[in-house]
């Protein structure tokens, strides 16, 4: 990129080099504007016969437009793309989402000079036209070489982004206590629906049992009939691990245990597990809490039908502390 001095005639279309003021201090035009015709009418009634612009050299990509390209590229999903003036371009959702980040790539792209994104917290809920990720250029311009490594960089891994969309959730809730379900239900039904209301949903499908294995499969197996979107366990007793009876009665209903344990606070004792593409899941005490716990970290990619695998959990320990 060169700097250039050109008559006010010759102006149009090219990118200001510096700031352009009023004589009495007021910005007319701000550096890195790309100049139009009006513009150029408008230097040209307050008396300026030249201004200085910055030229592309050879190997070289505008900032607006490499903010864009790699915008276009790095995303998938419910997004679209808004470019704005000094080589931004955002990325919005277009309908109530969650938000997936390729932590990994993220890093790696950002360590590339010339370009840099930023995202949103990975699995974070999005409602509609929500900004979740920012492309941001150097000034002026980018070499192509440097484009050209980013773009391979995607094109090898995949998106750096994905706005996963949320469609018609279908949430069930089993509410279970030693001596009564309902008394569970009690506790816990308030809080259940302020969090749930909080995401723009509520439970489609309630149950209530007495914390005892055939009576919890039992009841388990009654709401994988209807295929929800995914089964929340309410408990009043904390499990010492996925060989208490929570997780005695999952897998006799046909569960395979992903995980038992996250690395956040609070929420350490999250048991989630899978009966064919349902995922179940236990959370003892978080349901009780309006707090942020764990609960809020995972509803949302499950909302959104994403597979939460025991790697993901465990990825949330950076970031856990919640409280």
């Given at each position: 990129?060169?700097a250039?001095t050109?008559?006010?005639?010759?102006?149009?279309?090219?990118?200001?080099?510096q700031?352009?003021?009023?004589?009495?201090?007021?910005?007319?035009?701000?550096?890195?504007?790309?100049?139009?015709?009006?513009?150029?009418?408008?230097?040209?009634?307050?008396?300026?016969?030249?201004?200085?612009?910055?030229?592309?050299e050879?190997?070289?990509?505008?900032e607006d437009?490499?903010?864009?390209?790699?915008?276009?590229e790095?995303?998938?999903?419910?997004?679209?793309?808004?470019?704005?003036?000094?080589?931004?371009a955002?990325?919005?959702t277009t309908e109530?989402?969650?938000?997936?980040?390729?932590?990994?790539?993220?890093?790696?792209i950002?360590?590339?000079?010339?370009?840099?994104?930023?995202t949103?917290?990975?699995?974070?809920?999005?409602?509609?036209?929500?900004?979740?990720?920012?492309?941001k250029?150097?000034?002026?311009?980018?070499?192509?070489?440097?484009?050209?490594?980013?773009?391979?960089?995607?094109?090898?891994?995949?998106?750096?982004?994905?706005?996963?969309?949320?469609?018609?959730?279908?949430?069930?809730?089993?509410?279970t206590?030693?001596?009564?379900?309902?008394?569970?239900r009690?506790?816990?039904?308030?809080?259940?629906?302020?969090?749930?209301?909080?995401?723009?949903?509520?439970?489609?499908?309630?149950?209530?049992?007495?914390?005892?294995e055939?009576?919890?499969d039992?009841?388990?197996?009654?709401?994988?009939?209807?295929?929800?979107?995914?089964?929340?366990?309410?408990?009043?007793?904390?499990?010492?691990g996925?060989?208490?009876?929570?997780?005695?009665a999952?897998?006799?209903?046909?569960?395979?245990?992903?995980?038992?344990?996250?690395?956040?606070?609070?929420?350490?004792l999250?048991?989630?597990?899978?009966?064919?593409?349902i995922?179940?899941?236990?959370?003892?005490?978080?349901?009780?809490?309006?707090?942020?716990?764990?609960?809020?970290?995972?509803?949302?990619?499950?909302?959104?039908?994403?597979?939460?695998?025991g790697r993901?959990?465990?990825?949330?320990?950076?970031?856990?502390?919640?409280?």
């Open positions: 990129m060169r250039q050109v008559a006010v005639k010759q102006c149009e279309g090219k990118l200001l080099w700031t352009i003021l009023h004589s009495s201090g007021k910005k007319l035009l701000a550096k890195g504007h790309m100049i139009s015709q009006e513009d150029a009418r408008m230097l040209e009634t307050e008396g300026k016969n030249e201004v200085c612009v910055a030229e592309l050879e190997g070289e990509i505008g437009q490499a903010a864009r390209g790699v915008a276009i790095i995303g998938c999903g419910s997004l679209e793309i808004r470019s704005t003036s000094a080589g931004r955002h990325l919005l109530t989402c969650c938000v997936l980040v390729d932590d990994e790539l993220l890093k790696q950002n360590c590339v000079a010339s370009v840099v994104i930023a949103s917290p990975n699995f974070s809920h999005a409602s509609v036209g929500s900004r979740v990720g920012t492309v250029s150097t000034p002026f311009a980018v070499p192509k070489s440097q484009l050209e490594l980013v773009l391979s960089m995607v094109k090898q891994s995949g998106p750096v982004l994905q706005a996963r969309p949320i469609r018609t959730p279908s949430v069930a809730v089993l509410y206590d030693p001596a009564s379900g309902e008394r569970a009690a506790s816990f039904e308030r809080i259940m629906w302020q969090r749930l209301e909080g995401l723009g949903i509520k439970a489609n499908f309630v149950l209530a049992s007495r914390e005892e055939a009576a919890l039992r009841s388990l197996q009654h709401l994988l009939r209807v295929k929800p979107t995914f089964i929340l366990i309410a408990s009043t007793t904390a499990p010492a996925p060989g208490d009876v929570v997780g005695r999952m897998l006799r209903a046909g569960c395979r245990i992903e995980c038992f344990l996250a690395p956040v606070e609070p929420g350490n999250l048991l989630v597990g899978y009966k064919d593409d995922p179940i899941l236990s959370a003892p005490g978080c349901f009780r809490s309006t707090n942020r716990n764990v609960l809020d970290l995972v509803l949302p990619p499950m909302l959104a039908r994403y597979r939460i695998s993901d959990v465990a990825g949330l320990g950076h970031g856990g502390l919640l409280s």
